[in-house]
């Protein structure tokens, strides 16, 4: 999981280059530094900017030549060539384009290295005014996709994907859009974890490398900043399929733009610990601007389970299903530490129904109304214990 989540903050700048590849001008006489003027206006209100060698322009097609992108807190990286193709002048000044590619990206930082293939972005449509207010005003897309991408870590390969893509639709009031993507042929090599110990034990439960796939959807309203992810699943071949939903508000594109300036003036510190505690500080005194309304977390197994519990169990000199009957005997003491009975009668119930036939366990927040993390985050350092009525915590087995 955390290679997977590394693999796309790394890869974060040459799939926003993918995504910032739109353009065009006047359907008589394009001109191709004035695309690209636009094209920065709409990339600067990320806090980023985009630089190149030449506009070259040939009737509705603009190349720019040997393009670098610059994103705050992060090292400027070589794009190569952006080849958009159908571009044609808006009536708002701004621009359209049928497809952008950008020539295969292989990029390096520190003791990691990302390859990427066959990027394009379809529909891609840059405001003549860019802004926060409607959707109008942001860089839109109707679809991208890349073929293989992988990743490198001190020359072990440790991540690939074969493939991936996205799709963007506008909601009907025009205030926000849809958004589907997936990723295919994921694979994860245990080659890459430096801790021995970790890796002899995922050797030991019979992954010797992970694969599966990933996909999501989600909707997002610009006007109140709420981010509904209905699913966002990671599935991997024979151990099992994490599922997770949310739903926040009051995460606004100013909010964006405020927590990246404050990753990058945490990034120009050259004092590691410094930064980060003041970027902690900034993120959470951000995070107050937020509402929970609710989340689920499911976990579906395909084997794992039993794998772990024969595991644990040879490591007792016991069967799988006599380490699942002592955990069922060990589990109300474990929890009790806890001091919420409510929660702990949950979890003890759910994992008994769980250990005796593995299917899913659920956990889910659902309070009656939208709770702000201002009163989460207090409640959370005085008494986390009223955390489970103020958000209806539930938990249980094979629904």
Request: charged share 25%; no cysteine; glycine share 12%.
């Given at each position: 999981m955390n290679l997977f989540l590394a693999f796309f903050r790394r890869a974060h700048l040459p799939i926003a280059a993918a995504l910032l590849a739109g353009t065009a001008i006047p359907a008589l006489a394009l001109d191709g530094d004035a695309f690209a003027t636009k094209l920065n206006d709409s990339y600067s209100m990320k806090g980023a900017n985009l630089s190149y060698d030449s506009a070259d322009v040939s009737g509705s097609t603009v190349t720019l030549r040997n393009a670098k992108l610059n994103s705050p807190?992060?090292?400027?990286?070589?794009?190569?060539?952006?080849?958009?193709?159908?571009?044609?002048?808006?009536?708002?000044?701004?621009?359209?384009?049928?497809?952008?590619?950008?020539?295969?990206?292989?990029?390096?930082?520190?003791?990691?290295?990302?390859?990427?293939?066959?990027?394009?972005?379809?529909?891609?449509?840059?405001?003549?005014?860019?802004?926060?207010?409607?959707?109008?005003?942001i860089l839109f897309y109707d679809s991208f996709s890349t073929g293989a991408i992988a990743v490198s870590v001190d020359?072990?390969?440790?991540?690939?994907?074969?493939?991936?893509?996205?799709?963007?639709?506008?909601?009907?009031?025009?205030?926000?859009?849809?958004?589907?993507?997936?990723?295919?042929?994921?694979?994860?090599?245990?080659?890459?974890?430096?801790?021995?110990?970790?890796?002899?034990?995922?050797?030991?439960?019979?992954?010797?490398?992970l694969t599966g796939?990933?996909?999501?959807?989600?909707?997002?309203?610009?006007?109140?900043?709420?981010?509904?992810?209905?699913?966002?699943?990671?599935?991997?071949?024979?151990?099992?399929?994490l599922n997770i939903s949310f739903d926040i508000s009051g995460y606004t594109m100013e909010l964006m733009k405020a927590m990246q300036t404050a990753g990058a003036k945490a990034a120009e510190n050259p004092d590691?610990?410094?930064?980060?505690?003041?970027?902690?500080?900034?993120?959470?005194?951000?995070?107050?601007?937020?509402?929970?309304?609710?989340?689920?977390?499911?976990?579906?197994?395909?084997?794992?389970?039993?794998?772990?519990?024969?595991?644990?169990?040879?490591?007792?000199?016991?069967?799988?299903?006599?380490?699942?009957?002592?955990?069922?005997?060990?589990?109300?003491?474990?929890?009790?530490?806890?001091q919420i009975p409510a929660l702990q009668q949950q979890i003890t119930a759910a994992a008994n129904v769980y250990l005796d036939d593995p299917g899913s366990l659920t956990i889910t927040a659902s309070p009656s109304q939208a709770v702000p993390f201002a009163q989460i985050m207090g409640i959370g350092a005085t008494d986390p214990s009223q955390l489970v009525d103020l958000l209806d915590v539930k938990v249980t087995a094979n629904d």
């Open positions: 807190g992060a090292p400027e990286m070589n794009a190569g060539d952006l080849v958009f193709e159908g571009v044609e002048e808006s009536d708002d000044g701004g621009y359209t384009v049928d497809r952008a590619r950008l020539d295969d990206i292989d990029y390096a930082a520190e003791n990691t290295r990302v390859t990427m293939k066959d990027i394009e972005v379809a529909g891609l449509v840059i405001p003549g005014t860019p802004g926060t207010d409607t959707i109008d005003q020359g072990k390969d440790v991540f690939s994907l074969a493939s991936a893509d996205g799709r963007l639709t506008r909601l009907a009031d025009d205030d926000g859009f849809e958004m589907s993507a997936s990723a295919g042929g994921i694979t994860i090599n245990t080659d890459g974890i430096e801790e021995a110990k970790a890796k002899k034990t995922l050797s030991d439960l019979g992954y010797d490398k796939s990933a996909e999501m959807t989600m909707t997002y309203e610009l006007d109140t900043g709420r981010v509904n992810v209905e699913d966002y699943s990671l599935i991997a071949d024979d151990v099992g399929r590691d610990k410094a930064a980060q505690q003041a970027q902690g500080l900034m993120m959470l005194g951000l995070m107050q601007q937020l509402t929970f309304t609710g989340a689920e977390i499911s976990f579906e197994d395909a084997s794992l389970t039993s794998r772990l519990l024969d595991y644990t169990g040879k490591q007792q000199g016991i069967s799988g299903d006599q380490m699942a009957q002592a955990l069922k005997g060990m589990l109300p003491l474990m929890l009790g530490q806890l």
